[in-house]
């Protein structure tokens, strides 16, 4: 984009920016500053400066696959609830998909083994700085929400999720641009293993036009709300509420 600096070089690009991470936040004002800078524009105008939203991110093949792939946010959940199902290998585990929607379901990691699967290779950046590329195979988000009638006041997708950071739960939200793109998935396997539990274990969303951060593990419930506002600190996200970090991540 011509005169424009992207916002992936504005968080990733610049050395002095990799003191921010996925897993710790930097306390210097021009990180910070840059981190806010999506909280100051409007959503609309974030998501206009990316241009083509319905556009793939780049796919890459199993030759590519990255020797290590690092673990971002947390690496576990102490959770009781949690860690009873991880010990039962998740067999009685249950996603919940609710809010905003005509038939809430209830599905377990069996049926969405069994429902129609995309896999991707692709790359993840983390607003650390790193990359890095792995295999995910998933349900399509966008095929979970037609089954449960979304309905047509929803305006946002938001992830309540297993883990916690700082005493406080952990979630993410994004747009139905963002929930019904072909790429967007909510990933049970990882490199044709199930996924790692330092992965998000045993579900993650993968969102692939957007930074590391809004790809949130551990995933319990999905609900459909029509405003973020009245959720957590009301800015969308963990990351968002509590260290400023911009609602729309993309890349």
């Not at 910070?32 to 800078?37: C, F, G, P």
């Not at 069994?114 to 399509?140: F, K, L, N, Y």
């Amino acid at each position: 984009m011509t005169g424009l600096v992207s916002r992936r070089n504005l968080l990733v690009g610049g050395g002095s920016l990799l003191l921010a991470g996925c897993d710790r936040v930097s306390s210097s004002p021009t990180v910070r500053e840059t981190l806010s800078w999506g909280e100051r524009a409007s959503r609309s105008a974030q998501r206009w400066l990316i241009g083509d939203r319905q556009a793939l991110a780049s796919e890459f093949t199993r030759a590519d696959l990255s020797p290590v792939f690092r673990v971002n946010g947390s690496t576990h959940v102490t959770a009781a609830d949690y860690m009873r199902h991880a010990a039962n290998g998740f067999a009685d585990w249950t996603l919940a998909v609710d809010g905003l929607v005509a038939q809430p379901l209830s599905l377990s990691l069996g049926a969405l083994r069994a429902a129609p699967s995309r896999t991707q290779i692709t790359r993840h950046d983390c607003v650390e700085g790193w990359s890095a590329i792995a295999e995910w195979t998933g349900v399509p988000l966008g095929l979970l929400l037609r089954r449960a009638g979304l309905s047509t006041r929803a305006r946002y997708i938001v992830f309540h999720c297993a883990d916690s950071l700082a005493g406080k739960p952990y979630y993410e939200s994004i747009d139905l641009v963002d929930a019904f793109h072909p790429q967007t998935i909510l990933a049970y396997a990882m490199n044709r293993a199930p996924l790692p539990i330092g992965h998000g274990a045993p579900l993650r969303l993968r969102v692939e036009r957007q930074l590391g951060y809004k790809h949130a593990k551990y995933v319990m419930r999905i609900e459909a709300v029509e405003s973020l506002s009245g959720l957590h600190g009301g800015k969308g996200g963990f990351w968002e509420d509590a260290h400023d970090y911009q609602w729309y991540a993309g890349i």
